[in-house]
């Protein structure tokens, strides 16, 4: 079970499965808890060996899961953990990722680092975001709660919550570190560029000052 965004997690070769008698079955959560919750009760009727799921991000509750555990159907849950549930997990070191890009902005020479945070309630958005507060206070430096701000919409690219942080008028962020990809939807050096003049226009900046954003698990870093 995969949101549009995790595709990455699919088997490069669907037919090691079939070769070791399995089959899989695909079903696509859309990031929403019930849909979810039904694919799954779905997949447990269908008696399936075992499942790899990407759990939604709004989850306020891990029944599902320990109603797996209690039939005793196997399952691993891919990039987010569920507090309080022991189970299998494979992910990255978010707390770790984070504290990395954070201290790559700083040797730059910045010192007023912003955070745009991820989902609210996901395990991932807490270690990214201890992360970040832990490598400014080991460095000494100062975190103004303005500086952290939420990407609330997973269907936007950050524009919004980019422009809020660039508007502020004292203590203005030099760097940006984004809890997720900042710019998922801007790939192309085209598009970027667009999504660059449009947010300095809107923010009433001038292109000679340059902001950095860094995002997780983005292999580059961006000036704006």
């Not at 995969?2 to 037919?15: G, M, N, T, Y």
């Not at 007023?112 to 807490?126: E, L, N, V």
Request: charged share 25%; proline share 4%.
């Amino acid at each position: 079970m995969i949101r549009a965004s995790d595709l990455e997690v699919l088997p490069q070769d669907p037919d090691a499965a079939r070769e070791l008698g399995f089959q899989v079955i695909l079903c696509h959560s859309d990031d929403d808890v019930k849909r979810e919750t039904e694919d799954i009760h779905l997949l447990m009727h269908q008696r399936v060996a075992g499942l790899i799921v990407v759990p939604a991000h709004e989850r306020n509750n891990d029944n599902i899961f320990r109603q797996l555990q209690k039939d005793k159907i196997p399952f691993v849950l891919i990039d987010k953990y569920l507090k309080g549930l022991r189970c299998n997990f494979v992910g990255t070191d978010d707390r770790a990722g984070a504290r990395e890009a954070v201290s790559y902005l700083i040797k730059l020479g910045h010192r007023r680092i912003g955070h745009i945070s991820g989902a609210p309630k996901a395990s991932t958005t807490d270690e990214r975001m201890a992360g970040y507060k832990e490598i400014l206070i080991e460095n000494g430096i100062t975190i103004y709660p303005q500086w952290v701000v939420a990407n609330v919409s997973l269907d936007k690219p950050g524009y919004a919550t980019a422009k809020q942080l660039l508007q502020l008028k004292n203590n203005r962020p030099t760097a940006i570190f984004a809890a997720s990809d900042l710019i998922q939807r801007f790939t192309t050096l085209r598009r970027f560029s667009v999504f660059r003049q449009n947010l300095l226009t809107a923010s009433r900046i001038s292109s000679a000052v340059r902001t950095q954003v860094k995002g997780f698990g983005s292999s580059f870093l961006i000036s704006i």
